[in-house]
Nanobody
Framework: QVQLVESGGGLVQPGGSLRLSCVVS????????IAWFRQAPGKEREGVAC????????YYADALKGRFTSSRDNAKNLVYLQMNSLTPEDTAVYYC??????????????????WGQGTQVTVSS
């Protein structure tokens, strides 16, 4: 049984940082493309970062480049999202998602096979 479990969300002040984690079980992480998405209230789910399988490239949403960094530890089946210089506009539920192999449309939510339950990030003073 495949499970993705996010953690690390919470309340942070503007300008602060958070590191989200996603523990993946039930699959061999190296062979999966892993992505982070987020969904703010009343908005569609949007892509944040995507790490291709088998040592492939990492991609970021254009608006988030330079502030967010995604990484993975395949040996520990862990995925991370480091978020810096947070603003209230970053407030959302953050999800990790997995798909076997590489993917062409990296922000196509329907192409991901497995999803976590999400972790809430709130940026507010």
């Amino acid at each position: 049984q495949v499970q993705l479990v996010e953690s690390g969300g919470g309340l942070v002040q503007p300008g602060g940082s958070l590191r989200l984690s996603c523990v993946v079980s039930g699959l061999s992480l190296d062979y999966y493309t892993i992505a982070w998405f987020r969904q703010a209230p009343g908005k569609e789910r949007e892509g944040v970062a995507c790490m291709m399988s088998s040592g492939g490239s990492t991609y970021y949403a254009d608006a988030l480049k330079g502030r967010f960094t995604s990484s993975r530890d395949n040996a520990k089946n862990l995925v991370y999202l480091q978020m810096n210089s947070l603003t209230p506009e970053d407030t959302a539920v953050y999800y990790c998602a997995a798909r076997a192999g590489r993917i062409a449309l990296i922000w196509a939510t329907y192409d991901y096979q497995y999803w976590g339950q999400g972790t809430q990030v709130t940026v507010s003073s």
